[in-house]
């Protein structure tokens, strides 16, 4: 059977949420939501799992935090040996409060960056990628919720319709894929 | 809802604070004092270790002597004594009186057994029959087994220490940790002053729930207010020596104590400036929380937003107020303890304790609320955003110390860095472990959204660092009031306790007096439904 996606769409955040509340009570599930802003409560709602971009941002945090450790070390101690403010201990652990800024900065530097490309990455929005939305207004002031019928095998794909239009809807539009 | 102040807790407060009372009457009859002891160079290699004192003793110089030479003659060593009074005196006329309470001397030893070699010596009187026994081949070997070594100096200050022992008249420690505790409890109460003035400025709608817990908080300022004046009361009549450009005698240009740096400081550094300063901090903060609440408990009954904006102006106004006061505060309060240091972000990183114990005081209290059922509008968004804050404001604490730290470690003035020679020599354990505890705990253990949101957690985390930015303040003040003789003992616990116990029976007290939750305040709403 063909899978077909239907996008309700919506003129309000607060409808398009209790919409959502309604459908998930009755067992239906919702694949995906368009909005130009973050709806606060959503995730709980339709279920959506936890980012684990903070644990990938962590990770890139301490790639940074070790990068930064070993390079300081090899540049200003190993290699070439540096006279720290008048304090030539030619000591890492001697010297250690002058390398923690840089070794802060860097660690900020790998974290946020990693996580900003990651981010880009996981959601194919890397600048110059086709857009993944249904429809150019919401990114402006539309909501679109997306329910495919192959997820929602109890339901037929008329029923799944009905269900959705009772719901405050302003348009509805169904994809063949 | 109002809380219900039951006879029950009252009672168990009570409890707890006849306990740290007991405790503290224990330490104040126990405290003992003993010479001030610092190691100096004398000549190329040689070292002595200069032992003063500036008040009466219950013992004389000579009797000193015997005693010191005694006991080291036991523990294998000869000391040599040099009275530097006597020296002093053809340099110095006019201060003749001060003589009679001046304990000066420098003390040189050396090993009988090894002459001018250090750290062969034994320190135990006991194991010193064996000793002589060995050859000075065997003494390395010996060295090896023996377990704790110390060196002549070191032996020779803990003798000095025994000796010069002495029930302390002053009340150095007491009075030192009455400082501590006012200025800590206040600084919390103060840090809900300045949460609650920063969510009126900003218009925040997050906090609005937390608010009558906030006011509650704030409730201490009154009290605390009179055991920081009673402090400084007793600094300014000399009862106690914390603040020691209060003696006169250091702006005296004839006397022999007479300090250059300090005098040149006279216009800031004297008493009519200080309670002038005094009078301004405290009428700006008892007035604002004073209108604080006032506006609180009227909106409950008036609603509408006047109140509000009337709320977001005052809130303004003290934000401003408060960046010069608070820091201004900490440098009269606290840093003049150190007189002769000065840092220009010390105010932000006593400011930052402040918060941080403030909010960690504000989550304590609420899952204790929300354990006995009070404050079930309270969700799990409310404490997390709550935790966020605990978590932020501890990297703002370690910031601000390490910025401070570092600059000073970087450039190696004398002037600046005397201050953490002194926390290095003699507080170098309980300072770097009060940083590792206050860095660490929370960046590895409160870093997981989860943990924000976790009961368990944020108790065990928030006590711990709640104590240890008690020790943070200690540190701050001990180090310039009681130099070496610090402690913690059954005087510092106890006071902690006493004032703990008063402090929290104030704030539900003042709790008790008003509902939990506020009405009519134009972000309830929302916050009610609160969702991170």
Redesign the interface.
């Known amino acids: 059977m063909a899978d077909k996606i239907i996008y309700a769409m919506y003129d309000d955040d607060d409808k398009l949420l209790d919409g959502a509340r309604m459908l998930v009570s009755k067992g239906i599930h919702v694949n995906e939501v368009f909005s130009p802003m973050p709806i606060?409560?959503l995730d709980d709602v339709i279920g959506v799992r936890?980012t684990r971009l903070?644990i990938a941002s962590?990770l890139y945090g301490l790639t940074g935090l070790m990068l930064a450790t070993l390079g300081m070390k090899y540049f200003m101690i190993d290699d070439w040996m540096m006279n720290i403010?008048?304090?030539p201990s030619f000591s890492y652990l001697e010297n250690l409060?002058?390398f923690?800024?840089i070794t802060f900065e860097f660690t900020v530097l790998c974290a946020a960056h990693g996580m900003a490309i990651t981010y880009l990455l996981r959601n194919k929005t890397l600048p110059g990628m086709p857009a993944s939305n249904p429809d150019p207004r919401t990114t402006d002031d539309m909501f679109v919720m997306e329910i495919r019928t192959a997820e929602n095998t109890k339901y037929s794909a008329d029923e799944l319709q009905s269900m959705v239009k009772s719901t405050a809807i302003v348009e509805l539009d169904e994809k063949t894929v | 809802m109002n809380f219900q102040f039951t006879s029950k807790i009252k009672r168990n407060l009570f409890i707890i604070i006849a306990a740290g009372l007991a405790m503290f009457v224990v330490g104040f009859l126990t405290e003992k004092n003993h010479l001030y002891t610092e190691i100096h160079s004398v000549h190329e290699g040689e070292e002595g270790l200069l032992v003063e004192y500036y008040k009466e003793l219950p013992f004389t110089k000579v009797k000193f002597v015997e005693d010191v030479t005694v006991a080291a003659t036991e523990a294998g060593i000869s000391v040599d004594f040099s009275d530097l009074i006597e020296l002093h005196k053809d340099d110095h006329h006019g201060s003749q009186h001060h003589d009679d309470f001046e304990f000066k001397m420098l003390l040189t030893p050396h090993s009988l057994e090894t002459e001018g070699e250090h750290g062969h010596s034994e320190a135990h009187g006991d194991a010193h029959a064996e000793d002589h026994g060995d050859s000075h081949a065997e003494e390395g070997g010996h060295d090896a087994h023996a377990g704790v070594h110390h060196t002549p100096m070191e032996t020779l200050e803990h003798i000095v220490h025994e000796v010069g022992s002495f029930n302390d008249t002053g009340h150095a420690r007491t009075w030192s940790n009455l400082l501590v505790n006012a200025f800590f409890f206040f600084g919390i109460g103060l840090g809900a002053l300045f949460f609650i003035a920063l969510q009126y400025a900003t218009e925040s709608g997050w906090g609005v729930v937390y608010k009558r817990i906030l006011e509650a908080i704030i409730g201490w300022l009154p009290i605390g207010a009179i055991f920081l004046i009673i402090v400084f009361v007793g600094a300014s009549m000399h009862w106690n020596h914390i603040y020691h450009w209060m003696d006169p005698e250091v702006h005296n240009p004839e006397s022999a104590h007479f300090d250059i740096i300090i005098a040149n400081k006279k216009p800031f550094l004297s008493q009519w400036f200080f309670w002038l300063m005094n009078a301004v901090y405290f009428a700006v903060f008892l007035l604002f929380a004073r209108g604080f609440r006032k506006r609180s408990l009227q909106e409950d009954l008036e609603g509408g937003t006047k109140i509000h904006m009337k709320n977001f102006a005052k809130g303004a106004l003290f934000l401003v107020l408060f960046g010069y006061l608070s820091s201004a505060m900490s440098w009269q309060w606290v840093m003049s303890i150190d007189t002769h240091w000065f840092s220009t972000l010390y105010g932000w990183y006593v400011f930052s304790g402040i918060w941080l114990s403030a909010t960690i005081f504000i989550l304590l209290l609420t899952f204790w609320l929300k354990g006995l059922g009070y404050l079930d509008f309270i969700n799990e968004s409310h404490i997390h955003d709550m935790g966020k804050w605990m978590f932020a404001i501890s990297f703002l604490w370690t910031y601000l110390f390490?910025s401070q730290?570092?600059l000073i470690?970087?450039?190696?003035i004398p002037e600046e860095v005397t201050y953490y020679l002194d926390r290095f020599g003699d507080y170098k354990w309980i300072l770097w472990t009060t940083v590792a505890v206050n860095f660490v705990i929370p960046i590895i253990l409160l870093?997981?959204?989860e943990a924000k949101r976790s009961k368990n957690t944020i108790i065990i985390i928030g006590s711990i660092l709640f104590v240890f930015h008690w020790v943070d303040v200690f540190i701050l003040v001990m180090p310039g009031s009681v130099f070496d003789h610090w402690a913690i003992g059954f005087l510092e616990v106890g006071m902690f306790v006493a004032f703990l116990g008063m402090f929290i029976y104030t704030v539900l007290n003042t709790l008790s007096k008003a509902p939990m939750l506020v009405k009519n305040h134009p972000y309830l709403d929302e916050n009610l439904h609160h969702?991170?």
């Open positions: 606060h409560g936890h903070g962590f403010g008048g304090k409060p002058a923690i800024p | 390490f730290f570092m470690w970087y450039a190696n870093m997981s959204r969702h991170t």
